[in-house]
């Protein structure tokens, strides 16, 4: 009975010493790949401040850049964001990392969808018709850069360093990363204006000739509208208007934003990136949240640089929604 005791207890022991060992190991392990996903955080937040600096300081001071060429320094910028945002997605998601782990493919996901609209927007906005609502367009971004900032500093590194600092690790931080340089000078579209003002050849007013826009159709959910005669559409799977609109001017267009207003309040938009002379563009906007009963809906194609004459560029319907 002695030496079968004996034997159970060096077996306990042995077992005891297992499970510590594994233990130890998993917790090593564990500890690594946390600080692993810091390390590699850290790397694309230096990358993504390269990028802000040579952006901004592009903009501040383009020196003797033309039009084509500060639009391609502009679309590496872009492609570079969007190079990062793809590294964040394929990141893991060790320990308790998850939240801060989407809550950063946000914050990338959200730079990257501003750079790109800004380098979509950036040739309109260096050249004559539709620069003003391209360069306003580039400061609406700037606000989503500000917004991806103050989220990174406000939930995601608090979260990262918190997970951290649970786990005992002291020598990995996320570090700050703030894309739009510090001020808010960027968010007023006076300042876009201004700096874009330099770029050589650029300008913001209109080529010479006609310029005009007209509504050339309204459907909703595929019914025509008529003025003055209520259609009624179905909305069992939502509202979509789609607006067609004519160019009547002598130019190519660009950067044609429609809105659609119900019952005079609430107003969505969309744009039709360009629209060559005599030709017909349509943008499709859903109605989101979806409306009931009877509904006036107000559609305007906002005039673009140089038109004189903006009537037909507005129309109002009235829709019955079942």
């Avoid at 590294?87 to 790109?116: C, F, H, I, K």
């Avoid at 360093?161 to 808010?184: C, H, M, Q, R, Y």
């Avoid at 030709?279 to 009963?293: A, D, F, K």
């Avoid at 640089?305 to 009537?311: F, L, S, V």
Wanted: glycine share 10%.
């Amino acid at each position: 009975m002695l030496r079968r005791g004996l034997a159970l207890a060096g077996a306990l022991v042995v077992v005891i010493l297992i499970v510590l060992g594994v233990k130890g190991c998993l917790d090593a392990r564990a500890h690594r790949e946390l600080s692993d996903y810091a390390r590699n955080v850290a790397q694309i937040a230096e990358e993504t401040q390269q990028t802000s600096k040579h952006f901004f300081g592009e903009l501040e001071e383009p020196g003797s850049l033309t039009v084509t060429d500060f639009v391609n320094e502009v679309n590496a910028d872009r492609s570079a964001m969007s190079n990062y945002a793809a590294r964040v997605d394929s990141l893991g998601t060790p320990g308790d990392m998850s939240s801060a782990q989407r809550n950063l493919e946000l914050v990338y996901e959200l730079r990257s969808s501003a750079m790109d609209r800004i380098a979509d927007k950036m040739s309109t906005a260096l050249g004559d018709a539709g620069a003003d609502k391209a360069m306003a367009g580039i400061a609406r971004q700037m606000q989503v850069l500000l917004a991806a900032d103050i989220l990174y500093e406000t939930v995601v590194r608090p979260e990262i360093n918190g997970v951290l600092a649970a786990n005992g690790i002291s020598d990995s931080e996320a570090p700050k990363s703030t894309f739009l340089p510090e001020g808010t000078k960027w968010l007023e579209e006076d300042t876009v204006t201004a700096a874009l003002g330099g770029i050589s050849g650029s300008s913001g007013s209109a080529t010479p000739g006609v310029h005009g826009l007209g509504l050339a159709g309204v459907s909703v959910n595929g019914s025509e509208l008529v003025e003055g005669a209520p259609t009624t559409v179905a909305a069992e799977e939502g509202v979509e208007v789609e607006v067609q609109v004519q160019n009547q001017g002598e130019s190519t267009e660009n950067g044609i934003t429609v809105s659609v207003s119900t019952d005079g309040g609430h107003t969505l938009q969309g744009e039709i990136d360009e629209l060559p002379a005599g030709e017909i563009g349509s943008v499709t906007i859903p109605l989101t949240p979806t409306p009931s009963g009877e509904v006036t809906l107000e559609i305007e194609a906002e005039p673009v640089a140089g038109e004189k004459i903006t009537e037909n560029n507005e129309a109002s319907y009235t829709v019955l929604i079942e």
